[in-house]
């Protein structure tokens, strides 16, 4: 099935429409689209190009009803969910997804701090050596948006490019490490990958950091300053 035709069917059982979809280089995997009046035209990420048709059916029905306002229950999304964070998709777009990740800094090394070193001490201290080794990097973006982050699918764990510095103490970057090695720890048993949120258990776990106070207080003051 075609992109096109899945966002038409979704469109023809709204009584909506005309409906235009297609493929779009994005960075990320998102989707936008232009709504006026009863039309609406999509762009979607080509990461999802030759997904399932069942996926593609799911996707049209999620993102047709977000667009005219519909509500959609999760049975609907779900495929569309379940294969977005799937490594089904993730091993076959890791290429096309490093290569346009022109924000990213593969390599441990920064100009003040190294990751592999941090990433050492931490799994040593906090987890007695047991979290495997993932894709270290740097990303170039506002302390706004995020301060590190974990991304499952490929096993990248970055932290921001504005920690990478001699005037943070070395025990913020610890914390951010120690933190997305939570999302990386429990984020699935191997075999099937699930989102981690924040859950009171995971904030107790957080918690457990040596410097957790300071090293918050350090975050909230570099997420403040201006880009």
């Known amino acids: 099935m075609d992109i096109e035709t899945a966002f038409k069917h979704a469109a023809a059982k709204l009584e909506v429409g005309p409906v235009k979809a297609e493929y779009y280089p994005y960075s990320e995997l998102k989707h936008t689209w232009v709504r006026i009046g009863r039309t609406a035209r999509f762009r979607i990420s080509d990461y999802?190009?030759?997904?399932?048709?069942?996926?593609?059916?799911?996707?049209?029905?999620?993102?047709v009803r977000r667009a005219f306002a519909r509500p959609c229950g999760k049975e609907l999304m779900a495929p569309y969910?379940?294969?977005?964070?799937s490594r089904q998709l993730w091993e076959s777009?890791?290429?096309r997804y490093i290569e346009r990740a022109k924000n990213l800094s593969f390599?441990?090394?920064g100009e003040a701090r190294d990751l592999k070193i941090v990433f050492d001490y931490v799994n040593s201290y906090y987890f007695s050596g047991k979290a495997p080794e993932p894709v270290?990097?740097?990303?170039?973006e506002s302390?706004?948006?995020?301060?590190?982050?974990?991304?499952e699918p490929l096993k990248i764990l970055a932290?921001?490019?504005?920690?990478?510095?001699d005037t943070v103490p070395r025990y913020v970057l610890e914390f951010v490490m120690y933190h997305e090695l939570l999302h990386h720890l429990r984020a699935g048993d191997g075999k099937a990958l699930r989102r981690v949120h924040h859950t009171s258990d995971f904030?107790?776990?957080?918690?457990?950091?040596?410097?957790?106070?300071?090293?918050?207080?350090?975050?909230m003051k570099i997420a403040s300053r201006r880009r």
Request: aromatic share 14%.
């Open 136 to 140: 270290l990097a740097w990303v170039s």
């Open 159 to 165: 932290a921001n490019k504005a920690l990478d510095s």
């Open 93 to 95: 777009a890791r290429a």
């Open 48 to 63: 999802m190009e030759g997904s399932p048709d069942a996926v593609l059916e799911s996707l049209g029905e999620y993102l």
């Open 107 to 109: 390599g441990a090394r």
């Open 143 to 151: 302390p706004r948006r995020r301060l590190g982050y974990y991304f």
């Open 203 to 219: 904030r107790r776990q957080e918690r457990q950091f040596t410097h957790y106070e300071d090293a918050e207080a350090w975050l």
């Open 81 to 85: 969910v379940a294969y977005a964070g």
